[in-house]
């Protein structure tokens, strides 16, 4: 707040002075919007970026190598999908760091009450960070990350967080993560294996978006994002249609169906 | 998502809800108050000098109740939201800016500054990142002022009273160059200020016609 | 779809549709004679007082006759259908509302209230689920009334006639005083609320031209 | 404006404020309703035919309880103003129309009529100046449910269920046609019917993978 | 496909593309000039009394020259196909009816009729099914007339023109009593004819400030 | 505005509006039946082959007497207005050219020429400045016979016709190759021209199918 | 451009390594992008500052000194009024080099056929800088700057230009400019002097529509922004118009009634 | 504005005119031979293997032919102005880029690199500021190529062709990996980029088919 004295304005002097304390109030304000919104530019870009780089290691043949196999996360489906999907996780997860370092250096810019004050200049670099923790976090565990753990990611090693994460930012960065579902569902089915890995994409994608429906009345801009959902949700439910049609014709195990294939194409 | 998520996002859900359905309730008390202060206030175009004593004597009780709803307001919002949920009350705060600031021109003929228009409303400095008065809104507030002084320096001549308008004028100016200093963004704020040259114009022509009247000759003998 | 709930539901489409038309041709028929009264009122501005009862005289039959058309109207609407129709004639009725309070005005310089304005369109208040004057629509026709006085305020000064604008002054503060008790939401309504300021200003300004000329004999009044 | 005609326009609005809040409430009920019948019913495109009974007896509780908010709107609108509120609920009964014919078609295969469907929500017809199910209404509950269907075509077929395509497809058609002797206006429900035409081609193709590769039993009934 | 219908299709779209360029050349002169005279007339505003006729000799040989325009479009345009071309000079025309009945106005103080503008602008009735002036196009032309009036008055005034907004006043509301006794549809034309309405306000204004102070010598022709 | 220019105004206008309606009346009139042919045409998906002649035999009917209507309204329509009024019926017209087309392709195999769709619909081409089938119209009409087809390719194979997909394949090759050759500017005609790649694509996926599982006799005619 | 090899892609690895290239290439736009857009919104604030920093100038009644009056510029009104145009027009020449600092500092990303592809980011904040330079200009000139006094306040020493300016840039800025000069009419209007002011702006404004109207159909912004000036021109003429309806009544010389009037107020 | 300064505008604004016209007559000309190309490579969908060069052999000499369209371009494009005025030639580039990599794959099975379309398409690297083969539109070029290949892929299996779909998914997936490298915005190129998922998928789908065909025993006897 400006420094004004506790008199009357009686003369122009005193009005202005006082008003000097006001532009330099406002000044600062507005600078620290702009830092704030280019803040904001960059932390898109770099989620973005960590985002192609997941799908990347996702569908890069040249990693596939003998895995653990099994386990809770993604890429139970195929031999070495599962350690690819580690693999992309803790890179991931590097690069995230970097993000979260970004976060750590405005923490300063936006303490007390000044969060609040430009949620929505932090807003969109905040939501593709979300989507991108969330989609490594899935490839890692197949389940969606939740509040606590987001907001942990933004917290400094005493736990304390840089600042308090919304719960519509929350929420609308999780709903973008099933674009990128989808996109990672249509790409792994060409694959082998990636016939089970598309029907369990199907199946949390369905749920995320049974799970989100109930917050639309809430979040004016989630309604929108539910309908993108929808039509992500219903592209792989295709997908998945088309794997059942096209192997229900042969009275074998889709594994034999992909060894078949697998061996036609390197004849 | 997993059952422990699910009720952990829900329950925030509630929270929030709760604080919002009880700051529209405080604010809705504010909201009442400032209503029939611009009531009251609306009257000033029409009272003569010797009855804006009276006239401010009903105000005043209003503006010094809204003490204890800034009070109420302040208690229900939690620590650092204050911008949060600012949106709610900022034009009932607003509106309570203009009647405080034109009481305070009324009787001393001077613009109370944000401080002392925080001590009228009873807004604890303290509170500052919970419920606070924002320099943007002190701002907006005064900007009510001048457009409702420039209706007055009409008013006041109808009822005879030819000094008022070259008082307006002065104070208007004096507030005019202040706003001048400002760098403003395209904003709701910036067409205000461009607003308010137009209400200058108006209380300069007031006051042109007032000084003429008197000592210049007329082209007609219109009186 | 078995053929009798098919034939079920398109009877049903098929009678909105008549009734839509019947509707349509009753409403062109109140248009008509509102856009008379328009045309007819719209002299007031070039009339000066003394013709002003033969003025009156025209569009009086033209709102008597409203009476019929309103009785159509009600006539065709099915009972408890009301509110499902009434779109289609709101535009008409507030200019039914304006023109029937223009000429209370010009005639006895008070407002009607809504139930006298009732009384002159011919509104039975036991058609009320069939055809009613709702007080929204009363209101904005009052509103159209201050926008058209604003403009007589300064027409009636062209013509010679300074006590008309102080006439004026007075009733439309009481008015706006009125409106500013009404508790109303962000609406269409409000936003024409809002607009009154512009009008009562513009009126303010005239009265002011003509005190600080001396034109009006008795200038204390405007208070 | 008289003190007295005031308060009766001021009464009239609050009174319309206040009854806006109550039946807010309970549309607030029925959507909470549908939209946990909506998330349920979402699973039947995971739900293997065997499992589909258990899944029904979930959703049709819901859908009965229904009918206790269903009075409770019908309690709270005034006779007449029927029209006058519907718009604040038709979202939520169309998919109230939505639950209730796809549970119907789950259960026997067939369509539930305008009737049928008013007797499920406990819609009593002779509520009709209150509460009533609109031909309109019910006509794009029915829509939203061939827009699920084609969905549900699609999933059947990948959980092995390569009858089900065929029973749709037989089912929409005979909507579809139905459909087409409507004698609709340019409106929305127009647009939504015209949509349509891509759930048809849809199922048409998911019908034909399967007769192309011999996987349901007797294909020729898909003619 | 074969080939002779399919030459046949597109020497009938061919045909159409050369048109369409042919007719874009003719029609971009007419806005070249249209363009030349809205640049002249605009300097109206700052031009006094005794310089009028001056740049009135400036415009007029370039309203002249549309004829020659005017012509060459009707010889481009096949017979029976003026309404297929017609949007592609709808604007330039109305610039130029707007053009034509300004210079008509500064000369005669007259309206000129569609008849005389057709006459103006070398329109041979004859061409009817080639080139013609439309009702609508004659009145958006007049329209524009009115705007351009109405800052005329005001630029007048500064001029030390004290007589011209009454005429213009005059002027402007024997037009508008004319187009209030069209039966309009709801299209741009009703949109801009009720915009008409401002124009006429503001001209009122400023007939009402110079007859307040006594400045144009009769003042009451103005009523 | 003198009179007589204002009647003759007026009458221009009031012509206009009698026009439109008396259009518009004959318009529903062409309107209705080219649903009910779209109705009709509707059931050739489930058609089997031998049945098909008899279900023409219901559609032609209807389609010879679109000539009447067509006769009716180049009767209405005043000479040289053919563009001017030519929007109220162009979807009308192009889903008439559609069934035309359709039945044309299902008793011959071969595409309907314009003139020879201009013949089945009884336009007159003398009547060419009333009443034309524009090459435009007549192309939105072949691309809805091919979006049709596309769904009739995967129909045919459901009830068992393998040769079906191929005789279209051909059929639609060929017209695309005929499309690709015409000059279209960038408007609708060209979007949905770009969308017939789809319907293509669809219709050799159905070929392959077919061809895949050796199901049609000559697998060898698709190329 | 990518440095590919002239050899036909043969292989996955030859791919790999030639989509790297473009990776590199987009990676290396992209950023290039996002410093000149952040550039641009820099460059706008500025300029709004400056714009700002004249109003305030022409406004301040403390800087009222003597003044050598008269000229070619603006101000030949009021005594005095001309010293302030002059000193608003220095003070934001100052200011203006600042922003031309911020151009020249940029120069080297919009070498070559850059600055072309760039237009489109460099635009917005080039359009508010000639604003201003067009508002200093006009104070100090009574003149709209020329093109090529433009250009050449975005050279180097030696004249060469940072980037060549885009002709709709120059008069899509010249063309705000409008509605300054209009804020600064009705400012003016209440000052002595003022009101002869108002008339030249009155005539200033209303020629720069007139010469605008021609380019329309060239520019498709150009259209909009006439549609603004005209507004603000309307609103000078109502100004202009009230000046003289007021001073009508008397038979006295405007700066005779400015006196009496100053005599009043200061009674 | 000075004469001098309006004229020195008039002179750039008239150069880029003149500019931009040169440049539309030779893009309409590189525009006429991609068309051509386009038209000739729909047939690779129907052409058997032998055949191929043959056809190959009609479209190389179009594909040559652009070297002379091309330096046409590059000609008249000013130094530096290349991004100034590509919008003009995009397209057509792109198409181009489409043809010569379908000639480059169908010859040797490979992908041409940039620097090879270049050569193809005649641009020297020497230009590179007023014509140049940018990454974006070499990439848009490859994807229209995987898109047709795709389809290309369905119709050899139709034509008997059992090996190219194999080729052409090793091919294509080696285009994928490519791809998967980039790091796109969300702009036209990522969209399509998206798009490549179907092609590689429907490709995969055609592998499928042809492998299991040969090797796996199927449910029915369908052949
Ligand atoms: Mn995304
Ligand atoms: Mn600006």
């Not at chain 1, 979040?219 to 096209?246: H, P, W």
């Amino acid at each position: 707040m400006s420094d004004t004295t506790n008199t009357n304005l009686g003369s122009r002097d005193a009005i202005l002075s006082v008003f000097e304390g006001f532009r330099d109030e406002l000044d600062d304000h507005n600078d620290r919007r702009e830092r704030l919104i280019k803040h904001s530019r960059d932390v898109t870009n770099l989620s973005k970026k960590i985002i192609f780089l997941l799908h990347r290691i996702m569908t890069d043949d040249a990693s596939e190598g003998s895995g653990d196999g099994g386990g809770v996360g993604v890429g139970g489906g195929g031999v070495g999908d599962r350690s690819r999907a580690l693999k992309a996780a803790s890179k991931g997860r590097e690069k995230l760091r970097e993000v979260q370092g970004m976060f750590a250096n405005v923490r300063h810019e936006l303490t007390g009450d000044r969060f609040w004050r430009y949620q929505r200049q932090v807003s969109p670099g905040l939501q593709e960070y979300i989507e991108a923790l969330s989609f490594a976090h899935y490839l890692e565990t197949g389940k969606l990350i939740g509040y606590e753990e987001v907001q942990k990611s933004l917290s400094d090693d005493q736990g304390a967080p840089y600042f308090p994460l919304p719960l519509e930012d929350y929420l609308l960065g999780l709903s973008d993560l099933t674009g990128e579902l989808m996109r990672y569902a249509i790409s792994a089915i060409s694959r082998r294996g990636g016939r089970t890995k598309a029907q369990d994409v199907c199946v949390f994608v369905r749920n995320c978006r049974a799970d989100f429906e109930v917050w639309t009345p809430y979040f004016k801009d989630l309604r929108k994002k539910q309908n993108v959902t929808s039509q992500s949700l219903e592209k792989i439910e295709d997908a998945a249609y088309a794997i059942m049609v096209r192997s229900s014709e042969y009275d074998l195990s889709p594994d034999m169906l992909d060894d078949i294939v697998a061996r036609t194409v390197s004849f | 998502m997993d059952v422990k998520d699910l009720e952990y996002v829900n329950d925030l859900l509630e929270q929030d809800n709760e604080l919002r359905e009880k700051i529209k309730d405080e604010v809705a008390e504010l909201d009442k108050k400032t209503r029939t202060m611009s009531g009251l206030l609306n009257r000033i175009h029409s009272t003569p000098a010797e009855q804006m004593p009276a006239l401010l004597g009903q105000v005043k009780p209003v503006l010094e109740s809204c003490r204890t709803t800034t009070a109420a307001i302040a208690n229900v919002v939690p620590p650092t939201q204050f911008w949060r949920w600012k949106d709610m009350w900022t034009n009932s705060l607003r509106s309570a800016v203009f009647a405080a600031t034109m009481v305070g021109y009324l009787e001393t003929g001077t613009l109370l500054t944000l401080p002392q228009v925080r001590d009228v409303l009873g807004i604890d400095p303290q509170w500052s990142d919970r419920y606070a008065l924002a320099a943007e809104d002190y701002l907006h507030g005064v900007i009510s002022l001048v457009n409702e002084l420039s209706r007055l320096a009409v008013n006041a001549v109808t009822m005879g009273n030819f000094e008022e308008p070259i008082k307006i004028s002065t104070f208007v100016k004096d507030i005019f160059a202040g706003f001048s200093m400002l760098n403003l963004k395209n904003d709701p704020l910036r067409r205000r200020y461009d607003s308010l040259k137009y209400d200058i114009k108006k209380i300069e022509e007031v006051v042109y016609d007032v000084s003429l009247r008197k000592l210049a000759p007329s082209r007609n003998q219109a009186s």
